[in-house]
């Protein structure tokens, strides 16, 4: 029977999780490139098909290996740098951007899910054993809601990666006033954006969400990527990598008064 709680609780209405929990994941190794190697309890890949019997961040989708392959071929983009990872799952990306960093714990993995938090925490452990003081943090984040609070206790972050996050067109909004909110000030803050357009209107609706934020985005070429290489056409054509930063805009024009001497 159902919960009032249950009811309430916006698209849970139709996906309750644990309906969708599989129990069956397991230990793998992930080989990133150049020497990144990560051991994630997670599902194995079963194609978009498994998603009837899992939640969706218990997996690695394609789009967080090609992203994950892109950060170690750029590791300048989150070293001594604060990372953000939104809708980690598993946790790849955020565990990526820790192991290229001299400080693990400039990173935070977020999940809005607690059976994917509970992964994550384990993910974290498992690569960076006893390292307390060292270690990338794990924390409860529902995108739009209580960011004074996560701001409060974890400051403003110059990149935050965000790999396969927007397959309900509903969340795009929300997401992006997320980023606008917890990405720092700084003409370098950057936003990573992968996914795969499973709708012919998701592109356009990202952008036009970017565009309400001002933050403009600017599409990553993805032929030289080894994991993008890897994929399969069809996954390929749909798979968007898009780096977003601020559109500083001019303050005479915003005043529309400038003075002149």
Not at 120 to 133: D, G, K, T, V
Not at 213 to 221: A, D, N, T
Not at 224 to 248: M, P, R, V, Y
Request: charged share 25%.
């Amino acid at each position: 029977m159902e919960t009032e709680e249950w009811r309430e609780e916006g698209m849970e209405r139709h996906f309750w999780p644990p309906m969708f929990l599989d129990p069956s994941y397991r230990w793998e190794e992930y080989r990133v490139g150049r020497g990144v190697t990560l051991r994630l309890l997670a599902v194995q890949d079963g194609g978009e098909d498994k998603t009837a019997s899992c939640l969706t961040g218990q997996m690695v989708w394609p789009a967080a290996r090609v992203l994950s392959r892109y950060l170690v071929d750029q590791p300048e983009l989150v070293q001594d740098r604060t990372v953000l990872e939104l809708g980690a799952g598993t946790g790849l990306l955020g565990l990526v951007a820790a192991s290229l960093s001299p400080c693990p714990r400039k990173v935070v993995l977020t999940d809005n899910n607690m059976t994917t938090l509970d992964m994550i925490e384990a993910n974290i452990e498992e690569n960076f054993p006893a390292q307390a003081a060292t270690t990338p943090h794990c924390a409860h984040l529902h995108w739009g809601e209580n960011l004074d609070k996560f701001l409060h206790d974890h400051g403003k972050f110059d990149v935050i990666l965000g790999a396969d996050v927007i397959l309900w067109m509903q969340y795009i909004q929300p997401l992006f006033e997320t980023v606008k909110n917890l990405l720092s000030q700084s003409e370098t803050a950057t936003f990573l954006l992968c996914y795969q357009c499973r709708r012919a209107e998701l592109k356009h609706k990202v952008h036009e969400a970017a565009k309400e934020v001002h933050l403009v985005g600017k599409e990553i070429q993805l032929q030289g990527n080894a994991a993008f290489s890897e994929l399969e056409n069809k996954t390929k054509d749909t798979l968007h990598l898009i780096e977003f930063s601020h559109q500083f805009v001019n303050t005479c024009e915003t005043n529309a008064v400038c003075s002149t001497i």
